[in-house]
């Protein structure tokens, strides 16, 4: 067991990544995590063993959050370990590009029911089960904005994911649990880069003022500003990290 004063933070998608790189900027700034993964379970075990050498307390926890039972059995395993949740992070997501005509029924339905639907399942759990004085961050998207051709679906999934953040803001009233969501722009991780040339990768590096790709550190460091103290005041809002692309 933890000292009961001990936050609790469940991050979904955790085991690479930003996802990753929150979980270990919430370790050290003194919550107890639990590292959610879908399917890549070694690499979520090697980030709890970071986190614990460093002298942090996490647990990896197995769900694909695509799965109403997986996240309540999650929530249940959690609050049993550790007596409640004080934070959520909705960081897990996928995204597949395809311009609307192309895309079949397989890439939407996929789409909607990680980035969407189980974004949705673990604000329900979260809006029953948060502890009062607690924080959700969501993630979306800086596409919101950008509206390239390609990413109608997955930008669909993530201005919905704005709204539901908006909304339980206000749901929420009178518990003093904040909810938000970031929006990265072009972000230095495997995925993004995984199939992009050189000079792809370049000239997506210089289209921000900063002249530079996101690095998973940056969108950490501001998801640590909204679920710790210096944050308590923003509430509904979509915080979008990016460099100023736009």
Request: aromatic fraction near 4%; charged fraction near 20%.
């Amino acid at each position: 067991m933890t000292n009961p004063s001990s936050k609790v933070a469940i991050v979904t998608g955790a085991s690479g990544g930003i996802g990753a790189a929150v979980a270990e900027r919430l370790a050290r700034d003194g919550f107890t995590v639990v590292v959610n993964y879908a399917g890549n379970a070694a690499s979520a075990e090697a980030l709890v063993a970071r986190i614990e050498a460093a002298g942090s307390r996490a647990v990896a926890a197995q769900a694909d959050i695509a799965d109403v039972e997986a996240v309540r059995r999650m929530f249940d395993s959690t609050e049993a370990a550790f007596g409640g949740v004080d934070v959520l992070i909705n960081n897990a997501g996928i995204m597949t590009l395809a311009t609307i005509a192309d895309s079949d029924d397989a890439l939407f339905e996929r789409q909607i029911a990680v980035n969407l639907k189980g974004t949705f399942n673990t604000l329900r759990e979260a809006a029953r089960r948060l502890r009062d004085g607690g924080r959700i961050v969501n993630f979306s998207s800086s596409v919101t904005g950008l509206l390239q051709p390609g990413y109608g679906v997955y930008a669909a999934t993530k201005a919905a994911v704005e709204a539901m953040t908006s909304i339980l803001a206000k749901e929420l009233r009178g518990r003093s649990i904040t909810v938000n969501a970031i929006a990265p722009g072009p972000t230095a991780t495997k995925l993004f880069l995984d199939g992009k040339s050189q000079e792809v990768i370049d000239r997506l590096a210089k289209l921000a003022p900063l002249e530079r790709l996101g690095q998973p550190r940056d969108i950490a460091d501001a998801v640590a500003f909204l679920a710790g103290p210096d944050g308590a005041w923003i509430n509904g809002q979509t915080l979008r990290a990016n460099g100023g692309i736009i």
